[in-house]
DNA sequence: CAATAGTTTAGAATAATTATAATATATAGT
DNA sequence: ACTATATATTATAATTATTCTAAACTATTG
């Protein structure tokens, strides 16, 4: 379990409280090889499977969206029904699989570099995001 | 009025019968220079300030649903917590204002082409949706 | 180890959406 | 036009997602 330093670090370093809840939720989280999408709800599905304790829900929403603040998740845009998280936090683009409802990581490198040749005046830019949705090819949708 | 004609044959067209209620959300919805950008709620907001009468919110909900199903609305992808809808069913992309929440039409020739290198196997791309997300330049945001 | 500031919790409150079942309306066939 | 039938509308209830609240708890600081 040195790994559980490395959380309570990563709290710190935000000005974060390393609680108990906190550090399940980061080893959860960020105990895995690739990124993981989840809503609230799929995030405390896996809390009370993998680990014995429950969290309050409440807690799981206020956790989520103070990692979201200190830029350890990011919020997706999909769909507005359910609010998607990701644990891949670098600049890429999904899939999203509207058979499945799965969202599939796109590699930046996988969509030549947009250019957006007109942009609102006044603002800046502050995130280009690309959502491509895929459906079954012999399925139709109606 | 003749308007209503066109709606009453576009209805009629997909399937869909032209009821009071619904002409009077396409009147609302379609009667308009600019491309509009709602959810339900501001819908249903409209709907009693400029019309006198009041339609019920599950109506609302019945009919932007069925006419999206038909083509004639686009849902939105935006961050998770509202449905945005948009009658502008032309391929486009959308700015998004993250000070005003406001969302703009950013038209598809104001991005270079967009070439997608690697497809889930299997599936088909429905839809390539961008969403630029911008917030004023000289403010910070947390 | 005590004080305090921040956190967790259960449950209430709010908001968004969908289901229900009674009533009303549009359409097709006469 | 009139009636039967299928579909739509409505108010309300139910459901789901999210946020708030206030009390109990815990991490940090001195």
């Known amino acids: 379990m040195t790994k559980n330093f490395n959380f309570i670090d990563k709290l710190r370093k935000a000005g974060l409280r390393p609680t108990k809840q906190r550090v399940k939720i980061c080893e959860i989280l960020f105990n895995r090889e690739k990124t993981f999408h989840f809503t609230i709800n799929d995030l405390a599905k896996k809390i009370s499977e993998e680990l014995n304790e429950k969290i309050s829900l409440a807690t799981v929403y206020n956790t989520v969206h103070a990692f979201e603040k200190k830029g350890y ?11 998607y998280f990701d644990t ?15 969202l599939i990581d796109c590699d930046q490198n996988d969509i ?4 957006i040749k007109n942009n ?3 603002k800046k ?5 690309i959502l491509i949705k895929v459906a079954s ?6």
Not at 125 to 129: K, L, Y
Not at 137 to 142: F, P, V
């Open 73 to 83: 998740l990011k919020e997706i845009a999909i769909n507005g029904d359910k609010s």
């Open 88 to 102: 891949n936090i670098t600049a890429h683009h999904h899939f999203y699989d509207e058979d499945t409802h799965e």
């Open 112 to 115: 030549d570099s947009i250019n």
């Open 120 to 122: 609102i005046t006044g």
């Open 125 to 129: 830019i502050n995130s280009v995001e």
């Open 137 to 142: 090819d012999n399925q139709n949708q109606n």
